[in-house]
């Protein structure tokens, strides 16, 4: 654990970021107050007592403000059956926080001028130039099309508005791969990206597969496989040495594994659901990283763009961003079609959720006024916040639900809350699975 003793004043102006997860809401209140060592011990506490108590197997926290890192902790075990400790150094599975390192990436391109958020998508991936939508199933239970009203943009990808969605969370799409014989997106085969648009583009919103094809597209544009581009214009000029798509040996013994509630309540390690290997890069999924790293990406965003002195977005696409692009269109609400993947998801319940460019943002208004928030749903609960892109901004609050496997739907709610805090980056990494939140 490291600490750096700062004042009120200085956590409260401060823009910061925290990895994290568990029961912290009313202690971070608290110790936002104190500051300095009373503010890290108190942190320390309650994410101890996480682990100690099976809420997660383990945990790492990491935050940092404008002037640098100013908290980290790690608790539990990587393993619950085999160990070790937890460590700072520990490599997660990113999961759907891949998102935002894709979003990043086209936005790099779009300031470019080599993509326009826009211009149909189909003028740079000719396999989306004609999109179709499922409209049902015929008497004899094969899928009925029709061509969608209008293309899908770059736009309508990062808001996740361009009709595609996800089966965990979509009944219809589980009915149309049984019915086409289309590839499961758990095989992690190429063709399993290939799914028929669930409404038109722009008319809603529902979480998907919008960020593969974002990722399919910075191929497309850049000349470049996905891992590579990541490599040479994001994780090289931040120095992030441990994200990437593929790990070392070395790496690997530091992974966590993946684990799952039992219907006792016990934890359990469990085989990831994702497949070993991939036909293409996932820009929806598929990264590792440690809580560390992440916080630089995020550090990134906070200081504008610019960081270990790389700049990789200007400070108004950072703006950008962080702005709601969806208008009047509501996000963050899906109700579960495989139980035992995931809960019903409502990822910030009685808050209004919109999307930016790769973000999830909350426009409270009343005490919390002006926050932003950034989220991700995770099977492997992770997730992300980001606060603080300009002056100003005050937070907001968010919870995570672990469910036990098994008939049963029977939550364990961990809330997060930060409300006393302003201008405030969060993430979130642990080692459980099956999360609704």
Known sequence: MTIRQQTRREILKGTAA????????AVIRHAAAQGGAGQSRQIDAVLRRAADAKEVPGVVAVAANDRGVIYEGAFGTRDLAQGPAMTLDTIFRLASMTKAVTSVAAMQLVEQGKLQL???????????????????FDDAGAPRLRPAKRPITLRHLLTHTAGFGYEVWDPQLIRYVKASGTPSGTTG???????PLVFDPGERWEYGINLDWVGRTVEAVSGLPLEVYFRQHIFAPLGMSDTDYVISA???????????????GSLEPSEPKDPPWREFWSG?????????????????LMHQGRFNGAQLLRPQTVALMGQNQIGDIRAGILKTANPERSNDVDFFPGMVCKWGLGYCKTPETGRILDSKLTF????????????????GYR???AGAYF????????PIRVRTGWESLYDTHIAVLTNCENTSI
């Open 18 to 25: 925290l990895t994290a997860t568990a029961s912290v809401g």
């Open 118 to 136: 826009d211009q149909p998508i189909g003028n740079v991936l000719p396999e989306l130039s004609a999109p179709q939508v499922l409209d049902g």
């Open 189 to 195: 085969k190429l063709a399993s990206l290939r799914l």
């Open 250 to 264: 070395a790496q690997r013994s530091r992974l966590v594994a993946v684990h799952q509630r039992k219907e006792d």
């Open 284 to 300: 929806g999924g598929g990264l590792y990283s440690t809580g560390r790293d992440y916080l630089v990406f995020l550090q990134m």
């Open 376 to 391: 991700d749903p995770y099977i492997h609960d992770k997730a992300f916040w980001i606060r603080g892109l300009r002056a």
């Open 395 to 397: 937070c907001g609050r």
């Open 403 to 410: 469910r036990r496997s098994g008939g049963r739907n029977r």
